[in-house]
């Protein structure tokens, strides 16, 4: 038995200091105390370690529940003392090494490389990294032989599957080569073997190019922190990389993680904050659950890691509120002790912000715009025009969100995925979600001859990227526009999407102007996904007794065409989501068609969520559709109230448009709004534009202006 403590993420001083918070109130004295019953409920379980399952399987999910625990029984020895957290570790570790050699690789039952426990390395990496943290907290307590039984026949081994058998996979710029060289550093650093450590940092070659961290770092975030396949994948990223971080200044302070590429660490932390939406989930950009959040472990990771190796910022303490917990570490006594100290902790105010994508922040931007109310309510608006994502990218160039009154209202689907659901395709991706929830038709956007941008050819859609127009992201207008250039072969598309504080409306009115234009005739269908109870609508529509999907690819085969009618001069469509009433009005005529659609076609085995969508379409070679969604009134069905059921807003109409220029106006109840956007792509703050539209001239400077009158 070693006489010192040398867990790899917390020295004697980190530990006495958690001590000092057990039984107490604090955050830390919270977190502690979850994380003791939480361990303790597991410890009254038989051990066991089993052979191998799907995704979702027994022995899958056992596996995950063994090395969360080993890590989590292993802290608490250091902290507590008490011999049964490292007794149980240490068998747990034991009987894992008397069986690891023993496995078998699984079946390969995807594109990831299979391991001996899981069936991808990606799971296997997580294993190990967990499973060396916690035997770094207990190897002092090991005698000898338990520490070269469980090296040798247990880590070292993983060591070379990781490093050898799969090094295509180790030298991997992916969030599954953050995992894998994070486990790989854990673990050298708990066995003492540091070639590991500086392998995992710079890679199998050395150069700090093809593979490891820094290369990672490098080529994974864009300057502004963003990462690359958007806010699912980067919340689990952010979990080995807070990890490797810390370890990294730990046993290689001469690095600097924490101010690498000007502190890119940080700031990915807060670029990630800075996606969710104002009740802590984040928006599904590109593969993605609907409902992951910020409580997420690699979340919780994060803000304590950047509490402690970074300027204070205050909206951190509210986040953490929200969390309801911290990371039980050394980064974690620091926010605990930050927090504590605060004479009151507000809700977290985040700012409106465009995030530039690329290593180099040349490949385009993902827009947050918030707004909030008198109420105190949040509208927020999200518009990806950055790069495509890799293999997690969706066709959605251009696809935006809307939220408010905590609840999403303009939707994008996420993936299609039952995650650790066994039935369900092992709780892996299913065919759906290259046949529908990638697809352009999902993502509130226009789709082109009811095709997919780019083919849905990932190659070439990982060439080409956004094109940022504007930004304004303070005060009562705030607005982004952005262009997507060829991605449909000869079309080019502009959005710009405004948000108008306005004295007549409770919630911030929503402008929607996307403008195609093209050398030929096209089919375009505006879509938007939309969650509720249809109140009301002025298109006299024809529902249809025999349904018919709406096309036969792109995603349009998996649509229910519902119901379907000619467009008005404005298109109104209003509906209930949850206590909310919502209104789109649309620019549009007769020779425009509106389709109500609903998921479920050639879905046989019932995999996509039932959701509704409309699809406005319509024959041109330049279009421009103009659209508004009007937030309003209040509906509470336990005491059967229902308060301004229809909107203010009745009419939208387009004064002219062109290259130059987009002009249109919004009529409503003492509502009279010219909006006028300028197009050119060289626009600047202090562009001068004069424009003639029906003998009318409009004259603005800079980017857009809205001008009220008497209606």
């Known amino acids: 038995m070693l006489s010192t403590v040398n867990a790899v993420l917390m020295n004697q001083q980190e530990v006495e200091a958690i001590q000092q918070e057990l039984g107490k109130t604090s955050l830390m004295g919270r977190s502690l105390d979850a994380l003791i019953k939480d361990t303790d409920k597991y410890l009254t379980l038989p051990i066991d370690v089993p052979g191998h399952s799907p995704a979702g399987g027994y022995a899958h999910n056992k596996h995950q529940q063994n090395y969360k625990y080993i890590e989590q029984a292993g802290r608490l020895f250091l902290i507590t003392g008490e011999d049964k957290y490292a007794q149980f570790a240490a068998a747990l570790l034991t009987q894992y090494a ?45 005698t000898e032989a338990q520490r070269q039984h469980i090296v040798k026949q247990l880590f070292e081994p993983m060591l070379e599957v990781a490093t050898v058998k799969y090094h295509f996979d180790f030298d991997r710029i992916h969030n599954h080569g953050v995992w894998a060289v994070a486990a790989t550093a854990a673990c050298g650093a708990a066995i003492g073997q540091e070639k590991y450590i500086d392998l995992a940092l710079h890679g199998l070659a050395g150069d700090d190019i093809q593979g490891g961290f820094l290369a990672q770092l490098s080529n994974l975030f864009a300057p502004s922190g963003y990462y690359i396949e958007g806010p699912y994948y980067h919340r689990y990223a952010i979990r080995p990389l807070c990890l490797l971080a810390e370890l990294t200044q730990r046993f290689r302070p001469e690095l600097d993680i924490f101010n690498f590429k000007n502190q890119v660490i940080g700031k990915t932390i807060q670029s990630l904050l800075s996606t969710a939406y104002p009740n802590g989930v984040f928006p599904s950009l590109n593969d993605a659950s609907k409902s992951m959040d910020i409580k997420d472990e690699g979340v919780v990771i994060a803000v304590s890691l950047y509490a402690k190796h970074y300027p204070e910022d205050t909206n951190l303490y509210g986040i953490a509120n929200i969390q309801e917990q911290i990371w039980i570490s050394g980064c974690g006594v620091a926010l605990s002790q930050a927090y504590q100290a605060q004479a009151s902790v507000e809700v977290p105010c985040l700012p409106s912000v465009e995030l530039n994508e690329g290593p180099d922040g040349d490949k385009g931007a993902q827009g947050f715009i918030r707004m909030q109310n008198s109420q105190g309510d949040i509208s927020q608006l999200v518009m990806n025009y950055g790069q495509h994502g890799m293999g997690h990218g969706h066709f959605d160039t251009l696809g935006m969100t809307y939220f408010n009154n905590d609840q999403e209202v303009l939707r994008d689907y996420g993936f299609g995925r039952w995650v650790n659901i066994e039935p369900k395709f092992g709780g892996r991706y299913l065919d759906e979600n290259k046949s529908y929830a990638r697809q352009t038709i999902v993502h509130n956007l226009v789709s082109v001859d009811a095709g997919c941008q780019n083919d849905f050819d990932v190659e070439l859609a990982d060439s080409k990227h956004g094109i940022p127009h504007f930004f304004i992201g303070e005060g009562k207008i705030q607005a982004m526009s952005a262009f997507a250039e060829d991605f449909y072969p000869g079309v080019e598309q502009q959005r710009s999407l405004v948000l108008i504080e306005h004295q007549q409306l409770t919630q911030p009115l929503l402008l929607d102007l996307f403008r195609l234009s093209s050398d030929k005739d096209h089919q375009y269908d505006y879509s938007l996904q939309y969650q509720g109870q249809i109140i009301r609508t002025n298109v006299e529509h024809k529902q249809h007794s025999t349904l018919n999907p709406m096309g036969d690819d792109a995603g349009y085969q998996h649509l229910w065409n519902v119901s379907e009618g000619k467009g008005q001069n404005t298109n109104l469509v209003s509906w209930l989501q949850g206590s909310s009433y919502y209104t789109w009005l649309s620019a549009s005529s007769a020779d425009d068609t509106l389709f109500f659609t609903r998921t479920g076609a050639n879905d046989p085995d019932f995999n996509l969520r039932s959701e509704t969508s409309l699809i406005l379409r319509r024959q041109a070679k330049n279009s421009l559709f103009a659209n508004v969604i009007e937030t309003h009134g209040y509906f509470n069905e336990s005491v059967e109230a229902s308060l301004d059921a229809r909107g203010k807003i009745h009419t939208i109409n387009i004064i002219g448009f062109n290259e130059q220029a987009s002009v249109i106006e919004v009529l409503g109840e003492d509502i009279a709004l010219t909006v006028m956007i300028n197009n050119a792509k060289d626009a600047t703050e202090t562009s001068q534009t004069t424009i003639e539209f029906n003998n009318q001239s409009y004259s603005w400077t800079g980017f857009l202006v809205v001008e009220s009158k008497r209606s």
């Open 98 to 142: 008397d069986k690891y050699l023993v496995l078998g690789f699984q079946e390969q039952r995807n594109t990831n490389p299979p391991g001996r426990l899981f069936h991808q390395m990606l799971n296997e990496h997580v294993w190990l990294l967990y499973s060396s943290l916690g035997y770094s907290c207990i190897k002092h307590w090991l």
